[in-house]
């Protein structure tokens, strides 16, 4: 079974440009979730998604982060402009509300985000 | 606001010793606790879910305890494995609705040959 695919797995950048991080959800997932993992912080929730919808977005830093989910295959998170305190680890993870909600998060392998 | 710790930060261990990790949460009112196991470069793989009704939860050699009203779970480890060598985190997920995680900051376990 393929797993959560995000792109890129690497990106290396430029202070002002924009970054567009990629996410594919496992087939049949409803739930999608944006999270930033660096070593001060640990992981932290951006944004989540269910049925393509915007949930909550409270972990969102702040306006140049933004995320979208045009279909149920798909999901992207752009930082415009993007700032050095940007650079983490951003995984996406999805899971299915079958169950109650008691469905384990399903993770990807991540996009490590450098900011020069 | 849920607030998770783990303890201790990082073990390291001989090959063939069972071992415990520590999760701890201030909120005890959870649907339900992961833990998940992350190695260098990579994902969080899930590895054991309890829900909030359910003490216990084994798969293999883990198996992972949950007391609720303490606002304690711990994670079991038979018999070590260098292959079990990676960050353990736990994550809990609030029992008055919505999908969002808290996660401890983690173990780092090394299990030496």
């Known amino acids: 079974d393929a797993g959560v695919i995000q792109s890129p797995r690497h990106e290396v950048t430029e202070m002002g440009q924009e970054v567009t991080l990629r996410c594919k959800p496992i087939?049949?997932?409803?739930?999608l979730f944006w999270y930033r993992q660096t070593m001060m912080r640990g992981l932290e929730l951006l944004i989540y998604?269910?049925?393509?919808?915007?949930?909550?977005d409270s972990g969102m830093p702040e306006d140049r982060f933004s995320a979208k989910m045009p279909n149920a295959s798909f999901s992207t998170l752009k930082i415009q402009p993007s700032e050095p305190r940007d650079s983490a680890v951003y995984f996406c993870?999805?899971?299915?509300?079958?169950?109650?909600?008691?469905?384990?998060?399903?993770f990807g392998d991540g996009t490590r985000l450098s900011i020069l | 606001k849920q607030e998770v710790t783990q303890i201790p930060a990082a073990l390291s261990v001989p090959e063939g010793e069972n071992l415990v990790l520590n999760c701890s949460f201030t909120?005890?009112?959870?649907?339900?606790l992961q833990w998940f196991r992350q190695d260098p470069g990579k994902g969080l793989t899930s590895l054991l879910l309890?829900?909030?009704?359910?003490r216990e939860q084994t798969s293999g050699r883990l198996n992972a305890s949950l007391d609720k009203s303490s606002g304690r779970s711990t994670l079991y480890i038979a018999a070590s494995q260098p292959g079990d060598s990676a960050t353990y985190l736990c994550?809990?997920?609030?029992?008055?609705?919505?999908?969002?995680?808290?996660f401890g900051t983690g173990t780092q376990l090394k299990v030496e040959l």
């Open positions: 309890i829900q909030s009704s359910q």
């Open positions: 994550a809990v997920r609030p029992g008055g609705g919505g999908n969002k995680l808290t």
């Open positions: 993870a999805s899971s299915s509300t079958a169950g109650g909600g008691n469905q384990p998060q399903h």
């Open positions: 087939s049949g997932h409803n739930s």
């Open positions: 998604f269910n049925n393509n919808v915007p949930i909550d």
């Open positions: 909120d005890s009112a959870i649907y339900n």
